[in-house]
Nanobody, 120 residues
Framework: VQLQASGGGLVQPGGFLRLSCAASGSFFEIKDMGWYRQAPGKQRELVAG???????NYADSVQGRFTISRDNAKNTVFLQMDSVKPEDTAVYYC???????????????WGQGTQVTVSS
């Protein structure tokens, strides 16, 4: 299973970005998907998560500004980042909980990370 993230870059404060992460490979099903971020000198933290049915949860710091969504048919998760702030600067990682076969336990997979820099 591979997760390919894209969409990062440089954006001005108050601007927006849209991150995408597509899962590929051989697997039975994808359970929860999410986005994490890690800023220099800080621990990786959960930004937002989404269940297969569309239930979402967000970090307090991004609530109301970021929106997570997914396309189950395309095994893809998105993160719409609006009204970005300098403190949103970090490497963003996508994460998926995957069952490889019908009898497998869920296993976590990570994307390679995409840099988001918020600066004027």
């Amino acid at each position: 299973v591979q997760l390919q993230a894209s969409g990062g870059g440089l954006v001005q404060p108050g601007g927006f970005l849209r991150l995408s992460c597509a899962a590929s490979g051989s697997f039975f099903e994808i359970k929860d998907m999410g986005w994490y971020r890690q800023a220099p000198g800080k621990q990786r933290e959960l930004v937002a998560g989404i269940s297969p049915g569309g239930n979402t949860n967000y970090a307090d710091s991004v609530q109301g500004r970021f929106t997570i969504s997914r396309d189950n048919a395309k095994n893809t998760v998105f993160l719409q980042m609006d009204s970005v702030k300098p403190e949103d600067t970090a490497v963003y990682y996508c994460n998926s909980a995957v069952r490889l076969t019908i009898i497998s336990k869920t296993r976590e997979y990570w994307g390679q990370g995409t840099q988001v820099t918020v600066s004027s």
